[in-house]
């Protein structure tokens, strides 16, 4: 498959390549499939160039380069919409807009008038694809985790509806909250997104964790904190419809490089038929045992029905790249910990009592533990930032059976994916 130039009014993007030739664009009357991607690739001084490529298959074995993509503003790293409408959003991390596409009849890609959130005191739409829910064609979530606030607004008319503070319910002193990046969870009408808060060094990390959950019929918002485990943000539906949240690696780093001040990465459970968290609780070390002492485990993203993924670290390789960064007087918490290529992949299986079992695949190696996965429309897609966040690989999660193949090769490191078509 040949990746495919996207056609975009450049007025809103000063900086859009415009030097070369576009090849013919997709065209929009098949019923083929259509991708959009953003992926930030490494330029000289340590800084990042984003870029828009489309893609018509992502189960392909391809490479893809950005030789034919669209140059985008460097801080542009999310695409979020409903898939398959023809129509999305790119959100940027330094200014307070999102700017809408339009897939047209010729197969061009539009970019219309940017929609503000200055009037929410937003100060940029960052954040992670899983803060921008987007319920309806002319309804939208965003959940500002600077200002403590759901953000509801029209993506048709490109206006605010309005929003709800949270700020009582979510501010805690000093520490930083922070959003999951993986996927929110529905429970019926409702669409639930979780949270949690670290220190400024990221070596401390409370333990709480807190729900965000919003009826999207009324847009009613309901918070419920759980005081027994810290930074678990990543949720898997059990089949029996109870929750499971688990730390994410962030917060396991903050575990492993100061134990005395970040609990043990942990999982509890939230029932939606009771609104409630129940008393079910365990440490990621009682069930996971990869031989040695203390697990280090945070989870990532849904498997097959009554099943998840958890990455595991080999502390190993975390330990030598600690005691290099120390050796170099560079900093070294919990984020780096997190980052760092040497988590592997296990499979648990949720319940009363679970158990994990490591993925041993020929194409699996450790990799960061913080993958950020995406829902582009059909299916779930884990990406694996491989050769040093050089490239992205697309590692593909099927509801039915879990883990499934990683084809598709793009340069850079890729934050946003959406099927448009």
Known sequence: MKLKTALLTLAVFATACSD??????????????????????????????????????????????????VELPADSYIAAGLPGTGKFIVSSSRVPTVTPYTLNADGSLVAGDALSFTSQGVAAVNGYQSQHYFVSETKAYYFDHVNYKLVIWNPQDLSIITSKDLTSQLKDGDFTFRYSQSLAVTAGDDVILAGGWHAADVR????????????????????KVDNRCGWARDGVKHTDGKIYYATEPLGSGAHFVSPGTTGAPCMVRFDPATGEFDDWFTTLDAFVTPGTEGDIAGMLLPGAPGKGYLRVMNKAAAQAAWDAAVAAERPFNGQSAAVGAWWSLWEVTLGDAPTATPVVRDDLVPTNGRSIPQNPGELLVLPEFINDNAQTRFRLMSPESGLGDAKTVVEGQVRGLLRIR
């Open 20 to 69: 070369s030739e576009d090849p013919k664009p997709p065209d929009a009357g098949t019923t083929d499939s259509l991708y959009v991607a953003i992926t930030q690739v490494a330029i000289a001084g340590g800084n990042t160039q984003s870029y828009l490529v489309t893609l018509e298959d992502i189960e392909e074995e391809q490479t893809v380069g950005i030789g034919d993509a």
């Open 204 to 223: 401390t990390v409370p333990a709480k964790t807190a729900l965000v959950i919003v009826d999207t019929q009324t847009d009613e918002v309901t918070v």
